[in-house]
């Protein structure tokens, strides 16, 4: 549990809350003068309501899970119920169909019949959300605070022939189910709930022009996904999380679990440590990583060949871009630029915190991206 409070009380506030499936995070912060402030951030694991260790990814039920967050909150000294909430990416069903031009209101009808084309389940089981790509050759919304840009893109005079791309996003109705009863034993009152992925790229990447990787690596699983203009075109799960670090750690050397996970914590897998017993298992470790990397290269070089454009530049992120001497590896492995996210550099933080908020920082860009968005539709 990590916590901090800079003092200040009054509920213009919000937070962002990533249930992972390690841990949670909450962030909260408060507009200033413009400006987004941080005001407090926590992590409480959720391996200990399990039985489980820290680090460790689990899947509590709804019950456990409002206990947790309650603790968290409290311990974080939490002062607002405003939230914006994520849900697991692997609860969510993303695909692109191709749309002729319509209106918006023929368009809501439509995409429901469309998707079933795309979407492995029935669609009575799912809640879907939409909107339109927009196209490369129109000028972008670039203004981040531009809150027009979702659903809303115009659509033109329905003419036919012509094709539109619309990101068709769908939420198992039973994880919605799931995340209201958690966030009604708490008491939250939630603006939204978005995939954790588009929370990650408001804090992490922006609009930026160029394509850019994020692999944002969690406990059980690895998120991989490729984002341009702020979009995301194409995204995958890897079931290979930091998880397995700490497991390939405890076999290597014989030890527990636990100790394992406070020896990557402490050391990681940097070279020219004083305990030269983690080094032993790097080998293993960096065995186990490239299968991560090279799935990861195999995505840049087949989005090159569908799209024609290069990725230029890859970020890792979540609690597991946090181990030493990963990126030097994921720089050998990977064959473009390389760095960690830094999410809180979006947010003004007494300087005193800097050093700590960049360390910690990757594991927290979904909670702040969530709390970023509900801090833009509040004010
Ligand atoms: N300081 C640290 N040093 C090394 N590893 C860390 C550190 N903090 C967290 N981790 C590792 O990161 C992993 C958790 O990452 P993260 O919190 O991003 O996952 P999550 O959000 O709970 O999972 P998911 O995103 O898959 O739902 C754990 O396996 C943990 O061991
Ligand atoms: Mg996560």
Redesign the pocket.
Known sequence: MKFLNFGNKKNTSVIGV????????VVQLKKRRGVAVLETYG?LS?GPYMNLE????TSPPAPKLAEALKDLLKEANVTTQKAGVSI???SSLISVVKMPVLKDKNLASMIPIEARKYIPVPISEVTLDWFIIPNEDKSLPLDDEDKEDKKKTETKKETSGKKIDVLVVAIHNSTLTKYNEIVKAVQLNVGFFEI?IFSAIRAIVGRSITPTMVL????????LYIVEYGVVKTSHVINS???D??QTISKSLGVSVSKA?QL???F?IEDGQSDDTIINSKEAIVLGLNRVFSEANRVILQYQQKYGKNVGNAVL????????GLLPIAKKHLEIDVSISDPFSKIEAPAFFEKVLK??G??FA?AIGLALRRLQEDT
């Open positions: 990533d249930i992972g499936a390690s841990s949670i995070k992590e959720l820290v680090g460790q990814a697991p990416f692997s954790e944002d690596m969690g406990a059980g699983n690895t998120k999380g930091s998880q670090i700490t996970e990557k914590r402490k990681g992120t979540g609690g597991g871009a946090t181990v030493k360390e910690v990757p594991g979904v």
